[in-house]
């Protein structure tokens, strides 16, 4: 696979701005970093710290229209190399995905996803239950998304402390933020989601006043998965950056880049 992500990551930095967060339209695919309309492509890396590391790439692109249940979208194609364990299928590299996406006014919800596990292809919906809202539905009955993003008061941030004022998962404007990345600065708004992709998980999404993902960085709960990883995640990475949420501890884990900033 030939690709122009670099193998470490490119140093960047985060500086606090005091500066009102703008509104911004956020159309991307929750964690997928593509705009489900037709002619969009994207093609985005994982990054495992603190080696910095290049780990897995995706690349996707909108292929058509699809209709899911009598619901229009369009279909996209994404091309996982080198997965990692949670994206793994089988020995497949790279693993194949692909979703139906659909895009409205206020909006944006994944309506199925398919891949081939062991020669079979297998088809999950919205209507699929937990079978598929699990793993790639959100809000409530699978809504998707709000793409009109603007402070709502269910999360406040002061430096590496944050308060989610909600009662369970979260996803709200938290600060204006100048982020530099390979010489060049963007001026952004951080997204805090808080449990909305994963029980225990926490992330950082730096939207510029296009929508478009800067800078994605993912935290664990210190108790993460405890079963399955044995150690609390500071010790595991005792050189991570830490952030409180409520008071409890969450390290820092990966990162994620698209070529929207290369």
Known sequence: MQTKFPVTMPAYTIVPVEKEPFPVVWEEMM?????????E???WAMYDFP????????CM????KALVHGIEGVEIVSRTFDPT????VGSQNPVERRFVAQLTDTHCRILAESHVDNG???YFTFLDGDAFLANWGFGEDNCGNKTHLSPQGAISRSGSVITCHAVGEALDVVGRYEVTIGGITYDTVCVMDIENYNNGVASEQYLDKNGRTVLWRRFNRDDWAISRHKIPWSERFPENERITINGQTYVHWYDCLTDYVL
């Open 31 to 39: 964690g997928w970093f593509i705009v489900p309309k037709m002619g």
């Open 61 to 64: 692109e909108v292929t058509g």
């Open 85 to 88: 364990e949670p994206n793994a």
């Open 51 to 58: 080696e910095r590391k290049r780990a897995e790439v995706t």
């Open 120 to 122: 079979v292809r297998k």
């Open 41 to 43: 492509k994207l093609a």
